[in-house]
């Protein structure tokens, strides 16, 4: 009763074939070129087994919250299941978790990317966390078109 949850979805064209796009977007190693809370990445796993391909990842982000910049640092994990379909998890303290499916179709000479992302938080944190997450999400994926933009020319 005291945890709230609520969900997002984005889209973005992104000027890439979707294997390229997936595998960058995969790598969190990538996220700190592009997402604009994450400052470091590290990679502590990486499996693979019938459920696809695994990577464990601890991240460390710096999330304004009015004149201050709080870091944070939690697990991430990126499962690439073996029909191309990405499954996300982060769980961050206190009890903070965001679950995602993203999904990488082609679209004329790109992709499509749609991630859709749900989030469980304690009450006390839950607007602010939605309102963060989305607005970082939407500006990472505009970033990796960018990125994508660039490679081209």
């Known amino acids: 009763m005291w945890m709230s949850r609520s969900r997002f979805e984005l889209c973005e064209e992104v000027p890439g074939a979707p294997d390229d796009v997936r595998t960058f977007y995969t790598d969190l190693t990538n996220m700190k070129l592009v997402h604009p ?3 470091a990445v590290d990679r502590v796993g990486d499996r693979q087994d019938g459920r696809g391909h695994q990577r464990d ?8 919250f ?9 697990r991430a994990t990126v499962l690439i299941a073996p029909d191309g379909v990405v499954h996300t998890e982060a769980r961050q303290f206190p009890r903070v978790r965001l679950t995602g499916t993203v999904t990488f179709v082609p679209a004329g000479a790109g992709t499509t990317v749609t991630e859709t992302v749900d989030i469980a ?3 006390p944190l839950a607007a602010f966390t939605a309102e963060q ?3 970082a999400h939407a500006a990472m994926l505009v970033a990796i078109r960018r990125h994508f933009e660039k490679s081209r020319t």
């Open 37 to 39: 809370l994450v400052v």
């Open 121 to 123: 938080a304690p009450r």
């Open 66 to 74: 009015g004149p201050l910049s709080l870091a944070v640092t939690y």
């Open 57 to 64: 990842y601890r991240v460390r982000d710096r999330i304004p």
């Open 133 to 135: 997450a989305e607005k």
